[in-house]
């Protein structure tokens, strides 16, 4: 009887004291891109002097020459790349023609994760940051994060890094550098100015604030 007594009681015990296995930190991350790529084109369409040659004036032709492409702000997605290769579209794809997105509740535990942010395009999609992410930046995770770097270096050659643009012509591409950040390196009330784009990242209870509208 002691016996079921003893066996009782540790069961509810572990019940009631046991954390659930499922359960995952998370991260809420904010960005800003800049205005235009590196090149200084739009994201989207044609720069607003439409004609752009090489010649005095060209400002004055240009404003009298119809746009057929105004230019537009991006539609920027986010991609993850986990450690053991694995690729996650994050679930929010609304941020549609707009330089302000959120990407909210991301599951992360002490890990090195890697992040490709891009502007979605019909045909092929521009390539605004890539990001690896270390939760800090001591050497016990160097040899990690080189791995993950080199896992979003392969997922490279499917976004544009320079092609022909009517607007201007061909562009000479431009060399992608792979930022390196540390989870205290952006909190939201400083943030972090990369290539093309302002970060702000923050660890987070994966909880909806029911103010937030």
């Known amino acids: 009887m002691k016996m079921i007594k003893y066996i ?4 509810f015990f572990l019940i009631f004291t046991a954390q659930p296995v499922f359960a995952a930190d998370f991260i ?3 960005i800003q891109t800049n205005e235009t790529k ?5 994201w989207d369409g044609c720069p607003s002097t ?3 040659p090489p010649i005095p004036g060209k400002s004055i032709f240009g404003n009298l020459m119809y746009n057929p492409g105004e230019p537009n702000p991006p539609e920027i997605r986010l991609m993850m790349i986990r450690e053991n290769g694995k690729v996650e579209p ?3 794809n609304a941020c549609n023609d707009t330089m302000e997105c959120e990407f909210p509740k991301i599951p992360y535990k002490n890990e090195v994760l890697g992040f490709i942010l891009f502007d979605k395009d ?3 999609h521009d390539l605004i940051e890539a990001v690896v992410l270390v939760p800090s930046k001591s050497p016990a995770w160097e040899a990690r994060a080189k791995k993950v770097r080199k896992k979003l270096e392969a997922q490279l050659p499917g976004f544009a890094m320079a092609e022909m643009n009517f607007c201007r012509g061909p562009r000479a591409p431009k060399k992608i550098k792979i930022e390196p ?3 205290e390196d952006c909190p939201q009330s400083i943030g972090c100015q990369l290539g093309n784009s302002y970060w702000s990242v923050n660890k987070s209870s994966g909880k909806v604030d029911p103010w937030k509208w």
Request: net charge negative; charged share 15%; glycine share 8%.
């Open 122 to 124: 019909i045909s092929s």
């Open 8 to 11: 009782f009681g540790l069961f």
């Open 28 to 30: 809420d991350i904010k």
């Open 181 to 183: 950040i540390a989870l």
């Open 50 to 52: 439409f004609w752009d």
């Open 90 to 92: 994050h679930i929010n």
């Open 38 to 42: 590196s090149d200084g084109l739009p």
